[in-house]
Each structure stands twice: as structure tokens, then as C-alpha cells.
């Protein structure tokens, strides 16, 4: 099933036909491999801030978004992939969030297996001796820390991130360009 950026679902589906090396399709008599993949989009954006000496002018990847799943989204596709009905899957769910959150302030860390670990992690002003600090004046903020679960891979030795193994990224430039490759090919009358 094929579904573009403008569908409902969060997820992007899409074919593309890519060079051996990686590259977008930009010549129809190109080698292709044909593949579908759900891709995490991005876009380049160039730094014009002068006062960046270092990066100015120069493009970075910022990461694209289609849009937001919440915890119905959530519920309704954990019913899908599985026997659970959604009422449950989100019951489940919004008893884990308020777990997390209790655990949280008890200063535990929280893990959940494949998933990865949540803590709480604080900011402060440093004082020069114990007697000098006081957690009103000195705390600077507080936040909650999640580190995704991550697996140590046989080859390199390199602990590699569950969540992001295997990423495919595209970049939106290459989607339109794909598209209006795709739409020129549908005026023109095929080869005999």
C-alpha cells in the first residue's frame, strides 16, 4: 500500500527509485533498484545567522514532520497489529503514563525492555560550599531524560540505538522531484 505526505496516516509510505549508489533518480535510463521503505523526511536549510562564523551559509538536514500520533492513534493501531481492542490498549497506556510519572518523583529510573529508559535529570547554579546551596534559589530547571534502548552490534562493537537502526531518511527536495518526474511520464505516450 502506497500512501504520500498528504495522507491521513503518520506514517509515510512511498516507492522510490534510487540510484545503486543512493541517489535519487534523475535520469530515466539510470540503473535502478526499486524499493519501498517508510523514510523519516528532512529538509536542507541554510544557516544565515553572521554571527555563526563557522556555520553561516552553510546547509544543515532539519528533520520534516507529517504529523503528530497521539494516544488514541496509538491505541488504534496496537489494536490493529494485534488481538488487544483499542478501550484496552489505551486504558493499558494511560495507566503506564501516570506508573512512569510516579516513579519519576520517587527518584527511580524507569525501563522498559526494547523500549528504552526514562530519568529525571536536574539543572543547577553551582554554589562554593554545601552550606551556600539552597534547592529554591539554586535549581535552575528540571527535565525528564529518555535514553532509547540500544544493543551492542556483533561486528563494529558499537552500541547501536533499537529505535533508530536502520533509518531511511529522504529528503522532500527528492519527493517533489519525484514527483514531477512521475507526473511528465504519465503526458508522455510510452515507447512501443
Same mark, same amino acid.
Given at each position: 500500500?502506497?500512501?504520500?505526505?498528504?495522507? *491521513?496516516?503518520?506514517?509515510?509510505?512511498?516507492?522510490?527509485?534510487?540510484?545503486?549508489?543512493?541517489?535519487?533518480?534523475?535520469?530515466?535510463?539510470?540503473?535502478?533498484?526499486?524499493?519501498?521503505?517508510?523514510?523519516?523526511?528532512?529538509?536542507?536549510?541554510?544557516?544565515?545567522?553572521?554571527?555563526?562564523?563557522? &556555520?553561516?551559509? /552553510?546547509?544543515? %538536514?532539519?528533520?520534516?514532520?507529517?504529523?503528530?500520533?497521539?494516544?488514541?492513534?496509538? &491505541?488504534?493501531?496496537?489494536?490493529? *497489529?494485534?488481538? &488487544?481492542?483499542?478501550?484496552?490498549?489505551?486504558?493499558?497506556?494511560?495507566?503506564?503514563?501516570?506508573?512512569?510519572?510516579? %516513579?519519576?518523583? %520517587?527518584?527511580?529510573?524507569?525501563?522498559?525492555?526494547?523500549?528504552?529508559?526514562?530519568?529525571?535529570?536536574?539543572?543547577?547554579?553551582?554554589?562554593?560550599?554545601? /552550606?551556600?546551596?539552597?534547592?529554591?534559589?539554586?535549581? /535552575?530547571?528540571?527535565?525528564?531524560?529518555?535514553?532509547?534502548?540500544?544493543?551492542?552490534?556483533?561486528?563494529?562493537? /558499537?552500541?547501536?540505538?533499537?529505535?533508530?537502526?536502520?533509518?531511511?531518511?529522504?529528503?522532500?527536495?527528492?519527493?517533489?522531484?519525484?514527483?514531477?518526474?512521475?507526473?511528465?511520464?504519465?503526458?508522455?505516450?510510452?515507447?512501443?
Amino acid at each position: 500500500m502506497e500512501r504520500d505526505i498528504t495522507g *491521513n496516516e503518520s506514517a509515510v509510505f512511498r516507492t522510490f527509485e534510487v540510484t545503486e549508489e543512493g541517489k535519487p533518480l534523475s535520469t530515466l535510463n539510470s540503473k535502478t533498484i526499486n524499493f519501498t521503505t517508510m523514510s523519516h523526511l528532512y529538509k536542507l536549510v541554510q544557516n544565515n545567522n553572521e554571527h555563526m562564523t563557522e &556555520a553561516y551559509q /552553510k546547509w544543515y %538536514a532539519r528533520p520534516v514532520y507529517t504529523g503528530t500520533i497521539d494516544l488514541d492513534g496509538i &491505541a488504534e493501531r496496537i489494536q490493529r *497489529n494485534s488481538t &488487544a481492542k483499542k478501550s484496552d490498549a489505551k486504558a493499558v497506556l494511560t495507566e503506564m503514563v501516570e506508573v512512569i510519572t510516579d %516513579a519519576l518523583q %520517587a527518584s527511580q529510573r524507569v525501563h522498559i525492555n526494547g523500549f528504552g529508559t526514562f530519568k529525571i535529570g536536574i539543572s543547577s547554579k553551582g554554589v562554593s560550599s554545601v /552550606k551556600d546551596f539552597s534547592i529554591l534559589e539554586n535549581l /535552575k530547571g528540571v527535565r525528564v531524560l529518555f535514553q532509547p534502548e540500544a544493543t551492542v552490534d556483533s561486528g563494529t562493537h /558499537k552500541r547501536v540505538r533499537n529505535m533508530i537502526n536502520g533509518i531511511v531518511f529522504q529528503n522532500t527536495a527528492d519527493l517533489a522531484n519525484a514527483a514531477e518526474i512521475e507526473e511528465r511520464g504519465k503526458d508522455e505516450e510510452p515507447e512501443p
